[in-house]
């Protein structure tokens, strides 16, 4: 497209250059040579104006499109970051749900074990009753 933008600009400096020097270059009275050239000048003062409105609405048009896709981008990153974050939380939640059941299960063993060890420390305290009256029994019939 630039190449396209150059070869017009540099095909109607041409132009308007040939054009003034046909001008100055033909054989006319000098009121004649200045009605040509003011009118070669509106001619060609008409036409950058024509070149010019045309850039100023392709560069509208550029621009137009340019923000569009700037506030498309914005709503997409806006609505990617929205579900990363609802993503994040449900997360957290799940986390923190299954922390609980760790937690729970970790209080449900302790609880156990806790039964267990008491239980072994009654049953280590009877044999050792046992024990202990099984030896005075013995020490007793020795010594007597």
Do not use: C
């Not at 749900?97 to 305290?125: G, P």
């Amino acid at each position: 497209m630039k190449n396209n933008d150059g070869f017009l600009a540099g095909a109607l400096l041409g132009a308007a250059i040939g054009g003034a020097a046909a001008l100055l270059f033909a054989p006319k009275s000098g009121r004649e040579l200045r009605e040509d050239l003011n009118e070669e000048l509106d001619y060609w003062i008409d036409r950058v104006n024509d070149y010019t409105d045309y850039a100023v609405e392709r560069g509208v048009e550029m621009y137009d499109a340019a923000s569009e896709a700037g506030e498309d981008i914005r709503v997409n990153l806006k609505s990617s970051a929205d579900q990363i974050k609802r993503s994040a939380e449900e997360l957290k939640k799940e986390a923190s749900k299954e922390w609980d059941h760790v937690k729970e299960d970790l209080n449900q063993s302790k609880d156990i074990l806790t039964a267990e060890i008491e239980d072994i420390e009654v049953e280590a305290k009877d044999e050792f009753k046992d024990v202990k009256e099984e030896v005075e029994k013995k020490t007793d019939e020795l010594l007597n």
